[in-house]
C-alpha cells in the first residue's frame, strides 16, 4: 500500500524559509505527476507547485520566484523550497502523486508564518 507523508513544515517568521519534504513508501510505477497544495483555513485547496513525470515544473503565481520544487526520483522523494515567506503563505500543505490510474495524498503538513 502506497502512503506519502510529508515533513518540514513548522512556524516561521515572515521572510524566513522552510523545505518540505514528501516521501513515498510502497511500490508506485510510472508516477507521472508530482505536486504540492495548500489549504488556508475557509479556502480551498490549491495548487503550489508541480513536477510532470519529464521533470517539467510549473508555479501558480504566488510561489514564482519564491518557491523551488525539485524531486529525487529513485527515492520517490519530492521537496518544496520555500523563501520569502509571507502570512498569506500559512495553511496546510500536501503532497500529491499521480500514476495512471491512482491518485495519492498524504495527510499534510502546517506551515505558518507570523508576521
Known amino acids: 500500500q502506497v502512503q506519502l507523508a510529508e515533513s518540514g513544515g513548522g512556524l516561521v517568521q515572515a521572510g524566513g524559509s522552510l523545505r518540505l519534504s514528501c516521501a513515498a513508501s510502497g511500490t508506485m510505477f510510472s508516477i507521472n505527476f508530482m505536486g504540492w497544495y495548500r489549504q488556508a483555513p475557509g479556502k480551498q485547496r490549491e495548487l503550489v507547485a508541480s513536477?510532470?513525470?519529464?521533470?517539467?515544473?510549473n508555479y501558480a503565481d504566488f510561489g514564482k520566484g519564491r518557491f523551488t520544487i525539485s524531486r529525487f526520483s529513485a527515492k520517490n522523494t519530492m521537496y518544496l523550497q520555500m523563501n520569502s515567506l509571507k502570512p498569506e503563505d500559512t495553511g496546510v500543505y500536501y503532497c500529491?502523486?499521480?500514476?495512471?490510474?491512482?491518485?495519492?495524498w498524504g495527510q499534510g503538513t502546517q506551515v505558518t508564518v507570523s508576521s
Open positions: 500529491n502523486f499521480k500514476t495512471p490510474g491512482f491518485d495519492y
Open positions: 513536477i510532470s513525470g519529464s521533470g517539467i515544473t
